[in-house]
């Protein structure tokens, strides 16, 4: 069984820093590379960040590059749990989205569909 569980989000003044956290467990999870993900009203889900199993390398979308930082704490994963975590500085409006963890580049794909979380919304006012 895999679970995708994202917390942490809210409702902020811009400038405003929030942090994001992901538990994904289940099916060997612990070594793959994990990235977060949103999808704002309207819009098509995007790549944020991710990060390598070591926590060597990371990579983040442009548009947030500087201001979020994806980190991952090894000491909680197992082979098959993971928790990975985004720390969101200097929020601005457009960084708005329903917020997502997931394996990257490629989502977890289950019974043939990809499958996602709940993920976790974050409201960022002007």
């Known amino acids: 069984q895999v679970e995708l569980a994202e917390s942490g989000g809210g409702f902020v003044q811009a400038g405003e820093s929030l942090r994001l956290s992901c538990v994904a467990s289940g099916r060997g999870l612990g070594n793959y590379v994990m990235g977060w993900f949103r999808q704002a009203p309207g819009k098509e889900r995007e790549f944020v960040a991710a990060i390598t199993y070591g926590s060597s390398k990371t990579q983040y979308a442009d548009s947030v590059k500087g201001r979020f930082t994806i980190s991952r ?48 919304q974050v409201t960022v006012s002007s």
């Open 73 to 120: 704490d090894n000491t909680e994963n197992t082979e098959n749990t993971v928790a990975v975590y985004l720390q969101m500085n200097n929020l601005q409006p457009e960084d708005t989205a329903v917020y997502y963890c997931n394996t990257d580049p490629r989502p977890i794909r289950l019974d043939g569909n990809d499958y996602w979380g709940q993920g976790t």
